[in-house]
C-alpha cells in the first residue's frame, strides 16, 4: 500500500476513454492513502464517484474542476474507507448510493440514500455501469465496468489482491479473479482503491503481467499464497 508521510493529499492524474473521463483522487488519513474517482461523462459532464473516502474538500474540489455534475455514488465494499463519505455526499449531492445487496446484507450498512443492487446493468447520464459481484475480499464486493475502465476496490490491485479472511474468502477470490481474466479485455484500464506502487489506471494486460495473483492455474494454491504467514503488509490491509 502506497504510504503517505504527510495528509495533503492532490488530484493526480486524468485519463480519456472514449467517452468518459476518469479524474483519479488521491486522499490520505494518518500514513495510509486511498484512491477515490470520479467518473465523468464528457457530453452531458454527469458524475459518478466511486468509493469517496476522507478529506471531504479534496474530492469536491476534484469535482469543481472538471465541472461535473455528480449523480450517484458507487461503492465497492462496505470497508471504511471505502465509504467514508458516501452517506455526507449522497445527502451533498441529492443522489443514490450504490452498493451490493449482498454486501448490504452482510456488514449491515445503512445510509438514507442508498439502493441495494445486483448485477444488473444500469444507465447514469449516458454511462452505462456494469457491475460485477467479485466476493472474497468481503462476501458482496462489487467492481463496476464502465466502458473500458474497471473500478475494483480491494478486489484487484496492480500489484496484489485484496486481504481474504479466511480459506472460504480466499476460495471465492480465485473464482473472482478467475471471472475477471475471463471476462475483462487487456486494454481495459484497472482502477483500484490502493497502490502499492504502479499508479491507477494501469492497462489490464500489464496487470496480468505484474501481478503474482493472477498467476495461480488452482484455488488451493492460490489460497496457501493468499493466506501465506509472516505477511510484511499484514498490518496495513487490516486498515482496508
Ligand atoms: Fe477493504
Request: proline letters at 6%; aromatic letters at 8%.
Amino acid at each position: 500500500m502506497e504510504v503517505s508521510g504527510d495528509s495533503t493529499c492532490a488530484v493526480v492524474a486524468s485519463a480519456t476513454a472514449a467517452r468518459t473521463r476518469v479524474v483519479i483522487v488521491r486522499t490520505t488519513r494518518g500514513t495510509i492513502a486511498n484512491y477515490n474517482y470520479v467518473v465523468v461523462d464528457i457530453a452531458t459532464r454527469s458524475a459518478l464517484l466511486v468509493d469517496p473516502s476522507w478529506e471531504p474538500h479534496v474530492v469536491l474540489r476534484a469535482v469543481a474542476d472538471v465541472g461535473a455534475h455528480v449523480k450517484g455514488i458507487l461503492l465497492t465494499h462496505s470497508h471504511p474507507d471505502h465509504v467514508d463519505l458516501a452517506a455526507t455526499l449522497g445527502e451533498h449531492f441529492g443522489c443514490p448510493l450504490w452498493m451490493s445487496r449482498q454486501e448490504i446484507a452482510w456488514s449491515g450498512f445503512h445510509a438514507p440514500r442508498l439502493v441495494p443492487i445486483d448485477e444488473t446493468p444500469f444507465v447514469i447520464g449516458g454511462m452505462t455501469i456494469r457491475p460485477m459481484l467479485t466476493p472474497g475480499h468481503t462476501p458482496g464486493c462489487m467492481c463496476y465496468r464502465i466502458g473500458d475502465d474497471l473500478f475494483t476496490g480491494d478486489v484487484l490491485f496492480a500489484e496484489g489482491c485484496g486481504i481474504c479472511p479466511d480459506l472460504d474468502g480466499a476460495h471465492r477470490m480465485f473464482e473472482s479473479l478467475a471471472r475477471i481474466r475471463r471476462e475483462i479485455h487487456d486494454t481495459t484500464r484497472i482502477y483500484p482503491g490502493h497502490s502499492f506502487g504502479l499508479p491507477p489506471g494501469q492497462s489490464f494486460a500489464t496487470v496480468q503481467r505484474e501481478n503474482i495473483y493472477l498467476q495461480f492455474g488452482n484455488r488451493d494454491d492460490f489460497a496457501a499464497f493468499r493466506l501465506r504467514k509472516g505477511q510484511s503488509r499484514a498490518k496495513l490491509f487490516t486498515f482496508q
